[in-house]
């Protein structure tokens, strides 16, 4: 039999990964909404999250918000067939690689940065292999990795943000 | 927590190289696809099929038809047929412009690296 006091963080956990799925899912939509007028340029919101998991939870619950993450968007938007959905995972997939291997090696926001330089090589990557296999991608992959970059550093910065409040409130069960 | 780890420096360090290799490796190979390398149109009429660089603007006669090619488009300006259906396609950078009753085909190829591949939202 687990402790009450095991059950309950058990349950705050669950209810965090929850939570923070369900957030993720929204930004993604928001993310999705907003066209921003240079192309190969995408925020990124719902990364805050994945980094945000990754500090107040853990790799292996940042793994599970980062994949409902992924399939509910492209489930919920209907892109579950289409290459988005497997451009996007490759992305994710990489990021979190990144993420979770250097997450108590850099500060947060060179980790955010490097977060997205990974999602967007996995990205290409998979584009290239499967769907376009041209060098053009190249010039391509150069300007999105400039926009990364940026959005990645405020993406950090948020994320540093939030972890603070986080680690401070308590769900109280 | 300090503010600035050792790696921190080092990850940036490794992120700029990186970017400028890649952004020199980038320019390059866009430099290297934006020379112009012809498309072709290519005429097929009963018993013979005729082959004519895009990369040259001009306006030509050929059997039934009178043709122009501009800015590597196509269109046809002249035709002995009753719809004129060609001649209404006006200007063609990829596809076909048919003239059925001449059994004549236009088939307009832009070289290989314009046009889309693959189009994903």
């Known amino acids: 039999m687990m402790s009450s006091h095991g059950k309950r963080t058990m349950l705050r956990r669950l209810l965090l990964i929850a939570l923070l799925t369900a957030m993720a899912i929204l930004l993604n939509a928001f993310d999705m909404a907003l066209t921003l007028p240079v192309p190969s340029v995408r925020i990124g919101l719902s990364h805050i999250l994945t980094i945000v998991a990754l500090y107040t939870l853990g790799r292996k619950e940042a793994l599970l918000v980062v994949l409902f993450k992924v399939l509910l968007s492209a489930l919920l938007f209907g892109k579950l067939a289409s290459p988005s959905f497997f451009i996007a995972l490759a992305g994710n997939s990489a990021a979190l690689l990144f993420l979770t291997a250097a997450y108590r090696r850099l500060s947060l926001i060179p980790l955010s940065i490097g977060g997205a330089f990974c999602n967007n090589l996995g990205q290409i990557l998979v584009v290239y292999l499967f769907f376009v296999p041209r060098t053009e991608l190249l010039w391509y992959f150069f300007l999105m990795l400039l926009g990364g ?3 990645g550093f405020f993406m950090g910065l948020l994320a540093g943000l939030i972890i603070k409040r986080v680690n401070h409130a308590v769900v109280d069960l | 927590m300090t503010l600035v780890k050792k790696n921190d420096i080092l990850f940036f360090v490794i992120l700029a190289s990186l970017m400028i290799l890649l952004g020199w490796a980038a320019s390059a190979e866009r430099q ?11 005429i097929e009429r009963p018993g013979q099929t005729l ?3 895009l990369d040259r603007d001009r306006s030509f006669s050929i059997g039934t038809h ?3 090619i501009s800015a590597g488009r196509v269109r046809v300006t002249e035709a002995r047929c009753p719809l004129k259906t060609c001649e209404k396609q006006g200007w063609v950078a990829q596809g076909v412009i048919i003239c059925a009753p001449n059994r004549t085909a236009f088939i307009v190829r832009p070289s290989r690296e314009e046009g889309y591949d693959v189009i994903t939202r």
């Open chain 1, 149 to 151: 970059t940026m959005s």
């Open chain 2, 51 to 53: 082959r004519y660089s």
């Open chain 2, 66 to 68: 009178t043709v122009e």
């Open chain 2, 32 to 42: 290297r696809h934006l020379t112009p390398s012809g498309g072709e149109l290519v």
